[in-house]
Nanobody, 128 residues
Framework: QVQLVESGGGLVQPGGSLRLSCVGS????????LGWFRQAPGKKREFVAA????????HLPDSMKARFTISRDSTKNTGYLQINFLAPEDTAVYYC?????????????????????WGQGTQVTVSS
């Protein structure tokens, strides 16, 4: 049974940083692409970042490249999302997701419907 478990969320002051983790079990992430998405209250779930497990190629929206970094540790079957200079608008539930189908373009990596397995999410709240 495939399972993704996020952690690392919490309450942080504006300007702070967080590193979210996503541990995969029941799958070997070497065969997968890992994505991070977020959903703020009353808003649609949006793409944040993706990484290919083999090669570590990353894909992020231009608006997030300055503050968001995605990475992975194959030895731990774990993906990470580093967020710096957090702002109140970053408040959301952050989800990791995985897929084992080939993806080649930004459009494919950012397509929420192309991901097969999802974690339960971790809450990030940015507030003073």
């Amino acid at each position: 049974q495939v399972q993704l478990v996020e952690s690392g969320g919490g309450l942080v002051q504006p300007g702070g940083s967080l590193r979210l983790s996503c541990v995969g079990s029941g799958l070997t992430l070497d065969d997968y692409a890992l994505g991070w998405f977020r959903q703020a209250p009353g808003k649609k779930r949006e793409f944040v970042a993706a990484i290919t497990w083999i090669g570590g190629n990353t894909h992020l929206p231009d608006s997030m490249k300055a503050r968001f970094t995605i990475s992975r540790d194959s030895t731990k079957n774990t993906g990470y999302l580093q967020i710096n200079f957090l702002a109140p608008e970053d408040t959301a539930v952050y989800y990791c997701a995985a897929k084992d189908r080939p993806s080649y373009s930004y459009a494919e990596f950012s397509d929420i419907n192309s991901y097969d397995d999802w974690g339960q999410g971790t809450q990030v709240t940015v507030s003073s």
